[in-house]
């Protein structure tokens, strides 16, 4: 956008409007502000880090003037489980290395929804005890 544009003027069309392909180049200029941002944001925070006394894993709070800054670190792990228990090592102690996770229920949408369509009593006893929320809705540009 050219200095001399008012903030609704654009130049990739010559109305003032909010035409798609407008409001398409204007997304495309914030997604590419929001980008640059976050490059910023990530390089600050590695100055920060860089100045700052961390161990290896933890968090720790600094003093800077009137704010403060919270740092942490963590570890991230990924593990070849198949590679691990074919490494043909004891497997006790593979297996020391892993936790029991219970079978979980997971709701399924797309079931509700069809119970819905095919048994509406039931559905609308279920429905009591189920909200719906619209999500955030989605844009995305492609180039």
């Known amino acids: 956008m050219s200095e001399e ?7 990739c069309c ?6 798609l392909r407008h409001l398409a180049v204007q997304l495309y200029r914030a997604k590419r502000a929001e980008e640059d941002c976050k490059k910023a944001r990530i390089e600050i925070e590695n100055q920060i880090l860089s100045l ?3 161990p290896e ?17 963590e570890l991230s792990y ?4 198949r590679g691990l228990f074919a490494a043909g090592l004891p497997d006790e102690a593979v297996r020391s ?7 979980t229920l997971k709701f399924v949408p ?11 009593d039931m559905f609308a006893e279920v429905s009591k005890y189920v909200t719906v929320k619209p999500k955030k809705p989605s844009v ?4």
């Open 97 to 103: 290395l892993f936790e029991e996770v219970p079978a």
């Open 52 to 54: 700052v006394d961390m």
């Open 78 to 81: 990924t593990v070849d489980e």
């Open 110 to 120: 797309s079931q509700y929804e069809d119970l819905k369509k095919y048994d509406p």
């Open 5 to 11: 544009a008012k903030p609704y003027e654009c130049e």
């Open 57 to 73: 894993v933890g968090s720790r709070t600094f003093p800077a003037g009137e704010l403060k800054l919270s740092c942490k670190k």
């Open 14 to 19: 010559d109305s003032e409007t909010s035409s």
């Open 140 to 143: 995305t540009i492609k180039l």
